[in-house]
């Protein structure tokens, strides 16, 4: 029997091609802060040598998580979205097609898995990057890393898939169907800081702060949106 043709899903599908394709221009992650962000990269490969992507995946989106915790904003600016594994900032999951390609490098095991290299060949040259850290950042850092970086990325999944979990309670208000593993749904980090008036007016104006210096990359968003939907639909 012949499956019928399901319109809505495949114009989803290319919804979240094009969300994904704006995202991975547009987010601060990869604008003004894409030099730390794959400096950051490299330092955990470096300390957690043959760490896989999924892995890698996690502990980044907990170390956003725990600076949110500690100072009200996240330390890269990822935008993270709701996908089946858990947390996942699209811009870092590239790094399996080329991302980062300056910082790390990407290639698949004999059991399959993508492997993550850093391209700095010692922790000295590693560390010699890391100067844009401020001592407090490499505090909360390396606390993740100690505490998280022997645990699998199943074990990871565990702990962002809890109950109490802002990944959870986006996928339970939401009630996401997942294509291929996926969604564009955006988690907004900020809802860590829900009832805390305080850091919820620091995110808000380190954000602002932030998006500020984004434009002075001068970009052309409605230009570039329109580009990108063309060759999505089309």
Known sequence: MTKSFDYKQ????KNIVYLHKIMKLMSLGLTVNKHKNGVLIAYIAQSILDINLRKL????YLIDEKFMEQRGFPLTWFDYYAWER???????YEIKNGAFSGYVK???NDEGKNIVESLLPNKNQVMSQMDSFSQYEMEIIDDI???YGKKTADELSDITHKNDSLWSAIVKEENIS???G????QIPLIRLNTGNVEKEEVYKEASTIWWRECKSFRLDHGTLCKKI????LY
Request: proline share 6%; charged share 25%; aromatic share 10%.
């Open 106 to 108: 990407c290639f698949k």
């Open 57 to 60: 995946l996690k502990l980044i």
């Open 10 to 13: 495949n114009i989803r599908q």
């Open 182 to 185: 996926k969604s564009d749904l």
């Open 145 to 147: 890393i100690i505490r």
């Open 229 to 232: 939907i063309f060759q999505t």
């Open 86 to 92: 858990g947390p996942v900032a699209p811009e870092v």
């Open 178 to 180: 997942f294509i291929d």
